[in-house]
Structure formats: structure tokens, C-alpha cells
């Protein structure tokens, strides 16, 4: 078994996994923050992409359930003297690694390891494809502000075409009864999304007031992101989550970003610090989270 | 299926318990912990027979061992349900509380559970029943019953307040 994306999984499984991510955050929350469920395994950090934030949530979800964890980023590695990514993974699983968590900018990239290893793999994000455990985070967070996210309106804005923290969303967000709306500068609009139980805008100003959740993505500058709209000033006048939009949001609705996030472009200064803005608390439900998928995945036989 | 203990039975042995720990405390009451599933209402009803004899209120924790368990890997994933401790354990008369006491090992594991919350100064260990079959060195402090069992043979515990019903202790299997 393993995680490589939300599209397809039933909500049964959705809704496991975040039940057993509420019970880590209590795990969190002890004077000794550890307990010995996967004592023995080998979790290795394979990321082909650069990372901050997901790889180490990987290794501090990892060790909280005292596996070992061995980590990898792309600079510094073989794969600059020339190794394929077939190699360097057989490589690495010969170590006697249970487990994979692998990012890479090609899509599909996470499966193909799954299919040469016998190991088991989850998706740390693949292109502009899927990032799961993003989605499963993004869910929990949702789900301990309001209860439930059945109803709940959420809308995704920004660079959806480059954005697999969107897509990964918008199937979790959907099977777990959310009403998911994008919106987007037609050019940032996915060209895929024909099918998603989606309604698609390119008009945030229609929809600020009318939201449970804006979900802001960042501008994808190494994905060609920027080069799709005018000027960023223009950008921030129609998709920013500027004070004005913020003041314009309903009094309980909350902003939600990924990260890294750009202040100033698509979260004003403020509104990136305000109280009812849960950067932080998405950080700290990603360790939960991949606490609860690293569980499930090694955890029983 | 042969019944070894009736709702009555284990009504006096759950006071006998009561009792005892009483005894054994001098001060301070002890802090209990029921260990999921059966534990927790068990230690519930010591600690209100222990609030009507001793005229104290006793502070009554969950524990969840699922995460602690020495066969994670040998058996499939249950859901978890959580631990809540009452009070800072630290220092602390904790008793334990379970329904069959058997191999030892859900014993071994609460005890690593309990670590991470703290250091008590005693850990004693209640149990309904004892059916013997240890793998580890651990005895149990206050016991309902002493049930000799074969290894073949299967203990049900059933209490009201998580199977419905009256309670009762049968023996499944072939008695040797």
C-alpha cells in the first residue's frame, strides 16, 4: 500500500486518517512528544525538489513514532554525477528502507518508484500533479475550525494550473462534502479540470463575500507562473488577498496558504498575521497528519 | 459457553478491589487508569464504590496502548481512542486498571505509555481477572478473580457500559 494521492480515495479512508491524525495531535501535545509504533522501520526522505517545510515535517512526524529516518535532497547527490532515478532508489532501498516519502518535479514520478521498489511510497508532491498529505493537512485544518467540512465553501485562488497542492485539494476537499470553487485568471485555470465537481470563477471579487475559506496559492515562478498575466500589480489588484478583500470576507471565514508564501503578492502583510489567517496552524496539523499516513502505511501488517 | 462470573460477582469484586486500595492508601488517593477498551469502566466503578466508602473523589484516566504495543507490526492497525490522564501523574500513586490480566504484555505497554507522561512514584495493577499464562514478570496487585486457564481457552468480559446488557465473565473453549 501506499499514498500517492487524494483523487479516488473514499471518504471512509479521508476520514480515518484524519480521526487518527486528531488522536497525534494529542501525542503532540505530551511533555514527551514520542511513542514507539514504528520502532525498527527505516522512512527515508527522497526529494528530487527542494523542500523546507514537507521534508521537515517528514522526519519530525517520522521520529515522533521512533522510526529512523534518512534523508536526501537532489544537490549534493549522485544523481549530479549522472545517476538515474531508477538507480539512486534501488540504491537507497537496498539500505532496508521500509518506506519512501518522495518528491520530484516530473509527474508521476512517485508511482514509477512504488512500481521499481518494493517499498512503500508516498507522494511528497509530484510537478504540478498531487501532494496529498498537503490536502490531508489543509482538511484537518478545516475540519478542527469548523467541525465538519460538510457545506463548508471553499475557495481556492491563485496559480491552479501549476498547482498540485490544488489538485490534491480539490478531491479530498470535495469528498469530504466541501464546495470547492477555483478561481483563477482564465490563464492560470487548469486546462485538466473538465469533470472536477468544481465551479470555476475568474472573479474573486464575487465570490470574497460569500466563503468559509480562501485558500490562496502562491505564484509559481519555476513553473513558468508568472509569465501568464500582465504585471504582478495587476495580480494583486484582482486575485491578492488584499486588506480590503480580507475585510470583505464573512466574519468566521478563515485563509489558508501552503507556503512558502510571497507577503505582498497573493497575502497582504496583515492579513498573513492575522488571527483568523491558519498558516501556522496547517504547520502544525502536518505533523499530525503524516504522523497518522506514516501509521497506517507501516504501522500493522 | 460457561459463565465464571456473574453480574453480582463482579459487583463484589470490583468493591472488594475498591476496598483494598483504599487500605492501601494512606493520604492521597491513588490516580486510576483504565486501559482501553474495558479498563476505563471498570476503573470508573472502583472509583465511585471508593467516593461512597472513603467519602473522596478519585481522579479516573483512559490510557491507550495502541501505540506502545510490542506487536504493531505482527497484527493490523485498530482505531485509537485516545488517552486522557486527569491529573499530573507525576510523583503519583497510579493504579492500573484492566479486565484480563493474560500474557502481561498490554501491562508492559501501559507502563511505557505511562512514561510519557510522567514518573508515578507506584504503579499497582487491578484486574477482574486473572487467567495466568504470564510471558513477563508482572503480578497484579488486586485481583476479582483467579481463573485457571488452558491457553486454548478464551475469555469474554462483558460490562454493561460497552457491550449492553448485564455483565458477566464465561470461558470459551476447551477446558483442560
Known amino acids: 500500500m501506499s499514498f500517492l494521492t487524494t483523487e479516488g480515495l473514499p471518504r471512509q479512508d479521508l476520514e480515518e486518517i484524519l480521526d487518527l491524525a486528531d488522536e497525534f495531535t494529542h501525542v503532540l501535545a505530551r511533555p514527551i512528544p514520542r511513542v514507539p509504533a514504528l520502532q525498527g522501520k527505516l522512512v527515508a526522505n527522497l526529494f528530487f525538489e527542494s523542500s523546507t517545510r514537507t521534508r521537515l515535517s517528514f522526519e519530525r512526524a517520522a521520529r515522533a513514532l521512533s522510526a529512523d529516518v534518512m534523508s536526501f535532497s537532489a544537490s549534493g547527490s549522485s544523481l549530479t554525477k549522472g545517476e538515474s532515478l531508477k538507480d539512486t532508489v534501488l540504491t537507497i532501498e537496498a539500505m532496508g528502507v521500509d518506506l519512501m516519502v518522495v518528491r520530484h518535479r516530473a509527474t508521476g514520478a512517485p508511482w514509477r518508484v512504488a512500481g521499481w521498489t518494493g517499498c512503500q511510497v508516498i507522494n511528497a508532491g509530484d510537478g504540478a500533479h498531487q501532494h496529498p498529505t498537503q490536502a490531508m493537512l489543509d482538511a484537518l485544518t478545516l475540519r478542527r475550525r469548523f467541525g465538519d467540512l460538510d457545506g463548508l465553501r471553499v475557495a481556492i485562488v491563485g496559480d491552479i494550473r501549476h498547482s498540485r497542492v490544488a489538485r490534491s485539494n480539490v478531491f479530498a476537499l470535495t469528498t469530504l462534502g466541501a464546495r470547492v470553487i477555483l478561481v483563477a485568471p482564465r490563464t492560470l485555470q487548469p486546462v485538466d479540470c473538465v469533470g472536477w465537481p468544481v465551479e470555476t470563477t475568474d472573479d474573486l471579487d464575487a465570490v470574497v463575500g460569500a466563503v468559509d475559506a480562501a485558500y490562496l496559492l502562491r505564484i509559481q515562478t519555476e513553473r513558468g507562473g508568472a509569465s501568464v498575466f500582465p504585471s504582478l500589480r495587476e495580480y494583486v489588484s484582482r486575485y491578492g488577498m488584499t486588506r480590503d478583500r480580507f475585510a470583505r470576507l464573512p466574519a468566521d471565514a478563515v485563509v489558508l496558504h501552503p507556503g512558502p508564501m510571497n507577503r505582498g503578492v497573493e497575502i497582504d502583510d496583515m492579513v498573513a498575521g492575522h488571527p483568523r489567517t491558519l498558516i501556522l496552524d496547517q504547520v502544525a496539523n502536518g505533523l499530525a497528519v503524516r504522523m497518522a499516513i506514516l501509521f497506517r502505511l507501516l504501522g500493522g501488517k | ?176
Open chain 2, 1 to 176: 459457553m460457561p459463565m465464571v462470573m456473574a453480574a453480582a460477582d463482579v459487583r463484589r469484586s470490583l468493591t472488594r478491589i475498591s476496598h483494598e486500595i483504599i487500605e492501601k492508601s494512606r493520604d492521597i488517593l491513588p490516580v486510576l487508569v483504565g486501559i482501553h477498551t474495558r479498563g476505563v469502566p471498570l476503573a470508573r466503578r472502583i472509583a465511585t464504590v471508593i467516593e461512597e466508602v472513603g467519602g473522596a473523589r478519585v481522579p479516573v484516566g483512559a490510557l491507550d496502548i495502541g501505540l506502545h504495543r510490542d506487536d504493531l507490526s505482527t497484527r493490523p492497525t485498530t482505531p485509537l481512542s485516545g488517552t486522557q490522564l486527569p491529573a499530573d501523574i507525576t510523583d503519583r500513586t497510579v493504579v492500573l486498571v484492566d479486565d484480563v490480566l493474560y500474557t502481561g504484555r498490554t501491562v508492559r505497554a501501559a507502563l511505557d505509555a505511562l512514561n510519557d507522561f510522567g514518573r508515578p512514584e507506584v504503579v499497582r495493577l487491578a484486574v477482574l481477572v486473572d487467567r495466568g499464562h504470564r510471558q513477563l514478570p508482572i503480578r497484579p496487585d488486586h485481583v476479582g478473580c483467579n481463573l485457571p486457564t488452558s491457553v486454548a481457552e478464551r475469555v469474554s468480559v462483558r460490562l454493561g457500559e460497552i457491550d449492553g446488557g448485564e455483565d458477566g465473565v464465561w470461558v470459551q473453549g476447551v477446558r483442560s
